[in-house]
């Protein structure tokens, strides 16, 4: 059943930790505006505790934790909805990511469980397998958020050629609602840090690369300023960042630099978050930011 309204799906598994990601939620439903759908998958086969919680194993339990919670955000002037989805699932993820399909979410809230390594292998299992498998945009709340969330500031680093439209749009209509300015970003590469198909060139014919390197940066900085240009005249404040170096090595120190208040990013078509974590790129930014970050895949 597809609601009337926008809709915000937040993912709870009755641990403090993922309730790190309701000050982040309830700031996007109240500048959108969107409603927001509270849900609750039960596992099958599900430990005792959670994240130090005791685990939430009983229709009955999971539907009073999240009447608690929606109590909350009702008096904060949301409109919410709970469920639980009562038969028992192996695969949550999987779960979580076809009830945003079925009610048609704007997009999918959680909050990232990992520890240590690289974000406790990237971010937590259920949330990096939910936005790998999503066909909806999906906020991670990669550290918990304060009670107050202010998004005045968002981030959208993006190749050389620009951003794609979806995130283009997502990112657009969000600066409006929040009223936020816009940093687009991109690195191009230098001669000593180009990969892939390009490197053997870059050491066989410096100058050459160096100059096409050079025209890059040029195209680059005149495609984004355009692009601000045309964001201003939607009444969206942007501003133009164009570096040079190791892409992967640049954007986290640039996300510190320009403190954002929101990341947003593209996933790789077809492959989710799995295509987007196979470059060196996000895999660094996940590692190493504790920045609230959307995932936007692309189809």
Request: hydrophobic letters at 50%; aromatic letters at 2%; one cysteine or more.
């Amino acid at each position: 059943m597809r609601p009337e309204t926008p809709e915000l799906l937040v993912a709870l598994d009755g641990s403090r930790l993922a309730e790190g990601v309701l000050p982040l939620a309830r700031a996007f439903a109240g500048a959108l505006p969107a409603a927001v759908a509270l849900l609750h998958v039960l596992e099958a086969s599900a430990p005792s505790t959670v994240h130090g919680q005791p685990h939430l194993t009983t229709v009955e339990a999971a539907t009073a934790y999240l009447e608690g919670i929606a109590a909350e955000l009702r008096r904060a002037g949301l409109t919410v909805t709970v469920h639980v989805h009562a038969d028992p699932e192996r695969d949550v993820a999987a779960s979580i990511a076809a009830h945003a399909d079925e009610r048609d979410a704007l997009l999918v809230a959680l909050s990232a469980h990992g520890g240590g390594g690289l974000r406790g292998l990237l971010f937590g299992r259920v949330p990096e397998q939910v936005a790998r498998r999503s066909r909806r945009p999906v906020l991670v709340a990669l550290a918990p958020a304060a009670e107050t969330v202010a998004i005045r500031r968002l981030l959208l680093p993006v190749t050389p050629a620009g951003p794609p439209e979806p995130v283009l749009g997502l990112t657009r209509r969000l600066c409006l609602a929040f009223r936020a300015e816009l940093v687009l970003l991109t690195v191009v590469p230098t001669r000593g840090t180009v990969s892939g198909d390009a490197a053997p060139a870059a050491v066989l014919l410096p100058s050459a690369a160096a100059s096409l390197l050079d025209m890059a940066e040029a195209e680059a900085r005149a495609e984004l300023e355009r692009l601000a240009t045309e964001l201003g005249r939607d009444g969206i404040a942007a501003s133009v960042l164009v570096e040079r170096g190791d892409p992967a090595q640049e954007l986290p120190r640039l996300i510190d630099a320009t403190e954002p208040d929101l990341v947003v990013m593209a996933t790789h078509a077809h492959a989710g978050l799995g295509g987007l974590l196979a470059g060196r790129v996000t895999s660094r930014v996940l590692a190493g930011t504790q920045r609230p970050l959307l995932l936007v895949p692309m189809s």
